[in-house]
């Protein structure tokens, strides 16, 4: 009850931050110079061939009227057409998004997986070899710009030893999941996984850092509390203290952290993909720049900023239950 | 603004801490490298040499196996030739695939890097600071429209937003002449610098509600303490009070924010140059990005300027956790740091 009340009052402040999303995307085209019936016209069009390019795409109508029929088409799923290849912007950007997702959601599986025990153990052994091993790392992560690092990953593991691919993405995990699960069939899979695996550790390494350095610190900060000694008091073996007792709380900040970051996990998936050549929203976001295709970029930034917001109501459902303390407001 | 209390802190803090002391000499460093770029130089960073390219750095060989065809009697046979390319003790970075010369390359990109991180800092923490400030001492519909906005600008990811802009805006390159060569000091070194004026600007327009937020805090918590209300009793003006009380007490956390923006706007700068946004050609992301398509033979053109970034990125980082360790010991990381 009381979490459904939270997340009717989160829901509603998502609405509102997704129209002010719309709105930003939607007026980016009007202060960017040069009008959009440049880029779509050919370069000798005539003027009247211009009018016309104008009057079928209504961007001679006045601004009010243009943003209410946009918004008017996003209730349908309608983002207008790209203007250079003449297809849906959104069937575009929605046949993009799985493998961007897929991308993230492998960088913030490593950063999880990797992060959360170098974090507990670099706190529980403090000013050990281990410990001052898992601070360089973290403080060379956070250094670490990640496009430089795949190409470095790139050169290292796919030119020096040939042991990984170097770009792009063969198969989707739908189709390696489809063929493993119905055929049995691991091949894909296995493809799949050496395709992945050099973008989502050079997008996963900044966030891997990130998180043991908060780990470590929010374990060191939880392990010099009163309860602690108290538990140990009661004779709990060492290990459930730390894990059970100490992580328990130390994730609160963790799990905030991680929804605020998942922006830039996508931010930083777009340059990923540009290194590794993979046809994804990072790409089609550059690609569309590049060429001012206004209804893409639009689209995508609608979609990034839109999946943004459900993402972190999600966390908040999440940071309200591991929190009994959260504040309805 | 900074009291002797802090001072004391930051000094004890420096004192005890051997990586603060790193990374403070670190950033001397690249700030007298950025400073003196044209005197340390051993190279114009622009001149190419097509007979010197691609010389890998001191301490490395290359092999290289050339295989030529050629015609004996009628028959195709192929010669394999083995042929090494030494190092050159003028080149000591090597150098790229136009014989320019990495490390007077490097050391420019150290400008450019320098600048759009301090510049787009400063606008963003200027804009930022003032609006928040505002925001969070009225605390009426000012602030409400800063929060609403701030979460709109939180959901998009400050580098796609960056792609966005400055890809539709265009780069805005801006020419400044050099002061020692324009002065006599040096010849032979490029006479002006360019600078990627849509870079810095966006820098601070997608990073200044980090700063509105801190801000905003600070002004709400000093809001209703009494000696600013006492303030009011003496007859100080609102803008007056925002200057001479809640201003000050914002100095320390808008510092450690500052600082990791300077970090977070270091890796923006590198990607949208590495994208090829930015509009200058003397930057360290430029570079990696040229250097990538030799990837397989001169490989040093992407790793060197990389080293660079990760150097001076780690410098900041280390100053942000000396500030920290030393100002504010309640900030979180992350919440702080704004993505890159």
Do not use: C
């Amino acid at each position: 009850m009381r979490i459904a009340r939270f997340l009717a009052k989160r829901s509603l402040h998502g609405l509102f931050v997704v129209w002010g999303v719309v709105t930003t995307a939607f007026l980016l085209r009007f202060v960017a110079p040069g009008s959009a019936i440049s880029v779509v016209a050919p370069i000798d069009a005539t003027p009247e061939m211009k009018e016309a390019i104008a009057l079928e795409l209504g961007l001679n109508k006045p601004l009010y009227v243009q943003y209410a029929e946009y918004i008017a088409g996003l209730f349908r799923g309608d983002m207008g057409y790209s203007y250079v290849s003449n297809t849906e912007a959104s069937t575009r950007i929605f046949s993009k998004l799985p493998a961007t997702l897929e991308l993230a959601f492998a960088g913030t599986l490593i950063a999880i997986v990797l992060s959360i025990p170098l974090g507990v153990i670099s706190a529980t052994r403090r000013n050990t070899p281990a410990d001052y091993g898992a601070t360089l790392f973290s403080l060379l992560g956070i250094s670490t710009p990640n496009f430089w690092l795949g190409i470095m990953l790139v050169l290292v593991f796919a030119v020096e030893f040939n042991l990984f691919p170097t770009s792009r993405r063969p198969i989707g995990l739908d189709v390696a999941m489809a063929s493993l699960l119905f055929e049995f069939n691991v091949d894909p899979i296995v493809r799949w996984l050496s395709h992945i695996i050099l973008p989502a550790v050079a997008l996963g390494t900044y966030f891997t850092a990130l998180i043991t350095r908060l780990t470590r610190s929010e374990m060191l900060d939880e392990l010099g509390k009163t309860y602690i000694n108290a538990v140990r008091a009661k004779g709990i073996p060492e290990v459930l203290v730390q894990y059970r007792h100490a992580l328990r709380n130390a994730l609160i900040p963790v799990v905030t952290v991680l929804g605020l970051q998942l922006g830039s996990v996508i931010g930083g998936a777009v340059i990923t993909e540009a290194v590794f050549s993979w046809p994804g929203l990072g790409t089609l976001i550059i690609n569309a720049v590049n060429a001012r295709d206004w209804p893409i970029i639009q689209g995508s930034l609608i979609v990034i900023g839109s999946g943004f917001v459900i993402v972190n109501i999600g966390v908040d459902a999440l940071y309200a239950y591991l929190n009994p303390e959260i504040d309805n407001e | 603004m900074i009291s002797p209390r802090t001072l004391r802190n930051l000094k004890t803090e420096f004192r005890r801490s051997s990586l603060a002391q790193l990374g403070v000499l670190l950033m001397l460093v690249i700030i007298a490298t950025a400073v003196f770029a044209p005197f340390i130089a051993p190279h114009n960073p622009t001149e190419q040499d097509l007979e010197q390219a691609h010389l890998p750095p001191v301490g490395v060989t290359i092999t290289e196996n050339n295989s030529t065809s050629e015609m004996v009697d009628g028959e195709m046979t192929i010669v394999m030739e083995e042929e090494t390319i030494n190092a050159s003790a003028a080149h000591p970075l090597g150098t790229d695939s136009l014989g320019r010369d990495m490390l007077s390359r490097v050391i420019y990109g150290t400008r450019t890097s320098l600048i759009v991180s301090l510049l787009g800092t400063a606008i963003a923490a200027t804009f930022g600071v003032t609006v928040g400030l505002i925001a969070g001492y009225y605390n009426n519909w000012i602030d409400d429209t800063l929060m609403r906005t701030a979460d709109v600008m939180l959901a998009f990811p400050s580098l796609v937003l960056a792609i966005a802009l400055v890809g539709v805006w265009g780069s805005a390159s801006i020419a400044v002449p050099d002061p020692f060569v324009a002065l006599g000091f040096v010849q032979d070194m490029p006479e002006t610098f360019t600078l990627p004026g849509t870079v810095i600007l966006v820098a601070g327009l997608v990073n200044w509600v980090w700063f509105a937020r801190v801000a905003r805090g600070e002004a709400l918590s000093i809001r209703s303490q009494e000696y600013v209300k006492a303030a009011h009793a003496t007859g100080a003006d609102n803008p007056f009070i925002i200057r001479k009380h809640v201003f000050p007490n914002s100095v320390t956390p808008v510092l450690v924010l500052a600082t990791l923006l300077v970090a977070s706007v270091v890796l923006l700068e590198s990607a949208l140059s590495f994208l090829g946004f930015s509009g200058t050609t003397l930057s360290w992301g430029f570079d990696i990005a040229q250097g990538r398509q030799y990837l397989a033979s001169s490989w040093w053109i992407a790793m060197v300027p990389g080293i660079a970034i990760v150097l001076a990125v780690i410098s900041i980082n280390l100053i942000g956790d000396w500030l920290r360790d030393a100002l504010d010991p309640e900030m979180d990381e992350g919440e702080s740091r704004g993505g890159a």
